[in-house]
């Protein structure tokens, strides 16, 4: 009796995040911004991760609160530990571009959550691990490639346009300007002016 009270608790927290979190969503459509930074607020702080990560948009952009990114970051990280991959994304590039000093122990934290939104078909993680492996301090381009066309099907032009520039200079693999000019054409086909740039050259 006593673990079906507490199953039946546990739904109850749920259902109540759940609702306040689609509370918040509509009021922030609406524009009623304080209102649906607090129903968020009271959903992340019954440990609902969607509602997590809408609490540290709202303090990155200053929506319904303060601008904080240092609360913003607190609640990604929330988020993130409960395996919501944009909040793992937004955590990890909150620590790569907004603490560069950090130690390398959090710089491997950081770069896990990445991955781990990468492997969750984030397209914008995938695209910030290419280049993050093309431009490290140990190159590592065969990874950095893989995560850029990861990204490229994902339709992500720019790095299409990236992975362009791999076979053009044998970058994590085989030189081949011909699988270079066909992944300019495509991220020029939709709007990419560096590709276009480079088909003209």
Not at 151 to 170: I, P, T
Not at 173 to 190: D, G, I, R, S, W
């Amino acid at each position: 009796l006593e673990e079906a009270a507490f199953q039946l608790q546990q739904i109850f927290r749920i259902d109540i995040s759940i609702a306040l979190n689609i509370l918040g969503i509509e009021s922030m459509r609406a524009g009623h911004y304080r209102i649906a930074y607090t129903c968020f607020k009271l959903a992340a702080d019954r440990g609902y991760s969607k509602a997590q990560f809408n609490v540290g948009l709202c303090y990155e952009h200053g929506r319904g609160t303060e601008k904080d990114l240092e609360k913003a970051a607190f609640y990604y990280y929330q988020a993130a530990s409960n395996c919501h991959p944009m909040a793992q994304y937004r955590y990890a590039r909150y620590l790569l571009c907004h603490r560069p000093e950090i130690e390398w122990d959090r710089q491997k934290a950081a770069v896990t959550f990445l991955e781990q939104a990468a492997m969750a078909g984030i397209a914008e993680a995938q695209a910030y691990l290419g280049v993050f492996y093309m431009r490290g301090l140990q190159s590592k381009e065969k990874r950095g490639l893989k995560y850029l066309l990861l990204a490229a099907n994902n339709g992500d032009a720019q790095s299409r346009y990236h992975v362009g520039v791999c076979y053009e200079k044998g970058l994590g693999v085989q030189q081949n300007l011909a699988e270079a000019m066909k992944h300019y054409q495509q991220a020029a086909a939709v709007g990419n002016r560096k590709a276009w740039e480079r088909l003209q050259v």
